[in-house]
């Protein structure tokens, strides 16, 4: 089991920045990739962002030069910098990882475990 934990949501204006944490536990040794999702009120769930435990990493086009994800293995936490935020970058924003595939998907389907969100609103 691996328990996973976001924080740093917030409310910003468009061009702001924030920087999301997801905090781990459990059996992290066991996680081979890492992710962040984004779901938007009545859209469904996309990929943002995967790091590999080998630290290296994938960003969607969208968010690609703008956000950043990083790990911590030392505190097992996960992170993902949001720079130049747009109003459409407005979501609930989740942490998952994966333990039972090697390598990292895009799809939801391909992560074990989820954090509880964590929301970002960008206004005009």
């Known amino acids: 089991q691996v328990q996973l934990v976001e924080s740093g949501g917030g409310s910003v204006q468009s061009g702001g920045s924030l920087k999301l944490s997801c905090a781990a536990s459990g059996d992290t040794y066991r996680t081979y990739c890492m992710a962040w999702f984004r779901q938007a009120p009545g859209k469904e769930r996309e990929w943002v962002a995967a790091v590999d435990s080998g630290g290296s990493s994938s960003a969607a086009d969208s968010v690609k030069g703008r956000f950043a994800i990083s790990q911590d293995n030392a505190k097992k936490t996960l992170y993902l910098e949001l720079n130049s935020l747009k109003v459409e970058d407005t979501a609930t924003y989740y942490c998952?990882?994966?333990?039972?595939?090697?390598?990292?998907?895009?799809?939801?389907?391909?992560?074990?475990?989820w954090g509880q969100g964590t929301q970002v609103t960008v206004s005009s």
């Open positions: 998952a990882a994966a333990v039972s595939y090697t390598y990292c998907a895009i799809k939801p389907w391909g992560y074990d475990y």
